[in-house]
């Protein structure tokens, strides 16, 4: 599958529903995948490694997976904080088919699966999560972090996760230019050759 296509809003593969089994928040899971995403096997191995360095989120409030794909993340957060809301955010509109498909079998009903555009402007996040989509180029990757990171509630934190190969160093970099007063940027974990990247708003 080429990258355009998981990030394309209509993936033009066809849908090709499968089902698996995975663990989420220390269960185990039957969900639901298709072609045309973002690791459609299995969680991939960036995600699992974000998931076992991160700690439980905030409990309630509105928390943010920023790049859901299919939703690890989401339904993660879900679980673990059932009375917050979560904001599962993504372009591709077939992985936000699945996020809610899979939503509904968990019988989650505090996810919110939506495009960037529909998210309520004035919206503040008690944490992100994010897997970010890397491959899409620096100048992408940034405009992402750069219109989503600042609506972080004082005093919360951001949880990124980056291949080690494919730039954490120089997105830490980066970060810690961009935002020298808002953000104090930390590595948490390195494990399975990514980087947790922890930010948090001052």
């Known amino acids: ?3 355009e296509q ?7 593969s066809e849908l090709n529903l499968r089902t698996f089994h995975a663990r989420l928040a220390g269960q185990a899971y039957e969900l639901t995948t298709a072609s045309g995403i973002f690791s459609p096997e299995r969680i991939d191995t960036g995600t699992e490694v974000l998931l076992a ?3 439980a989120p905030p409990p309630g409030g509105n928390l943010l997976d920023l790049g859901c794909g299919w939703g690890p993340i989401a339904l993660t957060l879900a679980i673990a904080a059932p009375r917050a809301t979560v904001w599962a955010v993504d372009v591709n509109e077939r992985a936000l088919d699945l996020v809610r498909r899979n939503a509904r079998s968990l019988g989650l009903e505090n996810v919110n699966a939506c495009t960037p555009d529909n998210v309520p402007t004035d919206l503040g996040f008690m ?6 989509p890397i491959r899409v180029g620096k100048n992408e990757l940034h ?7 600042p609506r ?3 005093g919360s934190d951001a949880w990124l996760v980056v291949q080690r190969n494919l730039g954490s160093d120089s997105l830490q970099r980066w970060l810690e230019a961009t935002y020298p007063d ?4 930390t590595r948490a974990a390195t494990n399975k050759g990514y980087r947790v990247l922890r930010g948090r708003r001052r």
Not at 6 to 11: E, V
Not at 127 to 132: A, G, H, Q, Y
Request: aromatic share 18%; charged share 10%; hydrophobic share 45%.
């Open 1 to 3: 599958m080429s990258n």
């Open 6 to 12: 998981y990030f394309a809003a209509q993936p033009a």
């Open 53 to 55: 360095n991160t700690p």
């Open 127 to 132: 944490t992100i999560w994010s897997n970010p």
């Open 143 to 149: 405009g992402l972090l750069e219109r989503w990171l």
């Open 152 to 154: 972080l509630e004082p």
């Open 182 to 185: 808002e953000f104090a940027f």
